[in-house]
């Protein structure tokens, strides 16, 4: 791939190109060369750069992203595994999350914290100290589409 300018780069990224240049100012990354003071890009800038994208929608500040981005080998990998089990405990929440929100939402009662017997059951057992992903997991969740409410029906009065 031959070089591409600034604006091209941020195009294929997705962003901006005073996010490039932020970037490029924090020292995250480089451009492979300047012609004429324009900023030029290859194929190796656009991946790093496209995988500090990656790291920033998994939550990761810019700091711990240079980490990644600087290590190698066994502690690069270290480092992903940490980030990668981060992310699972927070796909795992978010999940349980979903399920009950979507209950929530397909329960005919008006107020269903304080009117749906599933709802009030649930919301009990939490305080009891069941967690939403264990309250979750007892549930078959992944065999329902979702927004169906299929299998809720005989817990709404």
């Not at 030029?40 to 994208?53: K, N, P, T, V």
């Not at 810019?62 to 405990?89: H, I, P, Y």
């Not at 999940?95 to 919301?123: I, N, Q, S």
Request: hydrophobic content about 40%; aromatic content about 6%; overall charge negative.
């Amino acid at each position: 791939m031959a070089l591409v300018g600034i604006g091209e780069a941020a195009r294929r990224l997705g962003v901006n190109t005073s996010a490039l240049r932020y970037y490029e100012e924090r020292g995250l990354v480089r451009p492979a060369e300047r012609r004429g003071g324009r900023r030029m890009y290859g194929r190796e800038e656009l991946r790093r750069l496209a995988f500090l994208q990656l790291m920033q929608r998994m939550g990761m500040s810019l700091e711990e992203a240079r980490t990644v981005l600087d290590e190698a080998g066994e502690q690069w990998r270290a480092t992903v595994r940490e980030k990668m089990d981060a992310l699972e405990e927070l796909i795992t929440r978010a999940e349980a999350a979903r399920y009950f929100l979507r209950h929530a939402l397909d329960c005919p009662a008006d107020h269903p914290a304080r009117e749906c017997p599933y709802m009030v059951e649930t919301l009990d057992r939490r305080l009891a100290g069941v967690t939403f992903e264990e309250l979750a997991a007892e549930h078959d969740t992944a065999a329902r589409p979702p927004g169906s409410g299929a299998g809720d029906g005989d817990r709404h009065p």
